[in-house]
Structures are given as structure tokens and as C-alpha cells.
């Protein structure tokens, strides 16, 4: 299986999804992007069909938004 | 581990947001509740902090709400 992504900016609600998706999932099966470290990964997730953060990009291309915690116009501002 | 309960309201993105997670974390690893076959579940739900649906809880009691599918209050009305 390929990996799943985790999109998220740092807030609060993102940490805490991202404890829980990687007990879930496994570290191994997901790669963990920060876009308040790199935010030239920004437009990939767009491009993916991320709307706000933290959301999850699965292997098959399906994005799961996780909560309401930024919306993608707050984290590139 | 115990199981996550992953709650849902048969509406289109419930049912596809339950395959991915159903694929994520392993069938024998998440109980489906699907509200409309069994709404005496509601309570629990929300009692677990579940506003809306898709939702998943996982088995430290934390909420994922996945996507906005239906407020709690639609799935009952």
C-alpha cells in the first residue's frame, strides 16, 4: 500500500488529529506535511482537492478533511 | 487496541469516507454504527462529543469529524 498523506499547519486541533491518524494508521503508512515548515507543498495539496487543514489524502486519491481547523486560505496568509 | 466506532448516516460522503477509513485502519479494527439502521446510538454519539457525521471516534475518546456530511440534528430530524 502507498502512504497516505497528512496535511496540517500546527494548530491545536491539527496536532491532536495527528497523534490520533498515526496510532490509527500507522507512522510507517503516512507521511506527515506541515505546511507552517514547508509551504511550497502547499499547492500539491490543493491540486489534491485539500480544502482546510488537517485533512488526509488517502493512497487512492480521496481527501478525508478532518475536523475544521484552518481554512487554506488561513494558512497561506 | 480497542476499536474505533466510526459513526455515519449513510449519505454519499459517509459511505465513501467509511471505505477509506474501513481500508486505513482495518475492518476488524473499527465498528460501523450507521444511524439510520439504529438511531438509539445518537445519544452515545453525542454523549462522545459527535456533532456530525461521518465522525470517527477513536479508542482514546478522541473525535474525528470527517468532512461535514449531516448535523447531528438532521440525522435526527
Known amino acids: 500500500m502507498s502512504k ?3 496535511y496540517h499547519a500546527g494548530c491545536p486541533v491539527c496536532v ?3 497523534h490520533d491518524i498515526v496510532n490509527l494508521i500507522g ?3 503516512v ?3 506541515h505546511f507552517g515548515e514547508d509551504n511550497s ?3 500539491e495539496a490543493e ?3 485539500v480544502k482546510s487543514v488537517p485533512a488526509l489524502v ?3 486519491g480521496n481527501v478525508l478533511h478532518i475536523n ?3 481554512s487554506m486560505d488561513a494558512v497561506k496568509g
Chains 1, 2 share one sequence.
Open 68 to 70: 475544521f481547523g484552518a
Open 16 to 18: 491532536s488529529a495527528e
Open 27 to 29: 507512522a510507517e503508512n
Open 41 to 43: 507543498r502547499i499547492p
Open 47 to 49: 491540486k489534491a482537492g
Open 4 to 6: 497516505s498523506i497528512f
Open 58 to 60: 488517502t493512497p487512492n
Open 31 to 33: 507521511e506527515i506535511v
